[in-house]
């Protein structure tokens, strides 16, 4: 099994910045592409970013291009966002997820296991 545990997320003014960590724990997670999603109240699940197992390959959606960064550590089995410029439609719950196929993708029901959330509110 594989067990995700996201951290990092809180209260920031717009125009801030955050860093989301998600720790992966279980057989060969690192080798796997890993993605992060969100979801607003009241909306459907998100994709925000993926990255693939050796870090060279990278996707973002449009709205957090040149502001989010995704990066891994497979030393640490860990996977990060960075956030800046951050904005109030960006307040959701962000979620951490592997995939177990090849490739990198965008569609959450391309993910295997997902950790439990994190929730980033921004205020303006």
């Known amino acids: 099994q594989v067990q995700l545990v996201e951290s990092g997320g809180g209260l920031v003014q717009a125009g801030g910045s955050l860093r989301l960590s998600c720790a992966a724990s279980?057989?060969?997670?690192?080798?796997?592409?890993m993605g992060w999603f969100r979801q607003a109240p009241g909306k459907e699940r998100t994709f925000v970013a993926t990255?693939?197992?050796?870090?060279?390959?990278?996707y973002y959606a449009d709205s957090v291009k040149g502001r989010f960064t995704i990066s891994r550590d497979n030393a640490k089995n860990t996977v990060n966002l960075q956030m800046n410029s951050l904005k109030p439609e960006d307040t959701a719950v962000y979620y951490c997820?592997?995939?177990?196929?090849?490739?990198?993708?965008?569609?959450?029901?391309?993910?295997?296991?997902w950790g439990q959330g994190t929730q980033v509110t921004v205020s303006s």
């Open positions: 279980g057989r060969t997670t690192m080798h796997y592409n």
């Open positions: 997820a592997l995939r177990t196929g090849s490739g990198v993708a965008m569609g959450s029901n391309e993910y295997s296991y």
């Open positions: 990255i693939n197992w050796s870090g060279d390959i990278t």
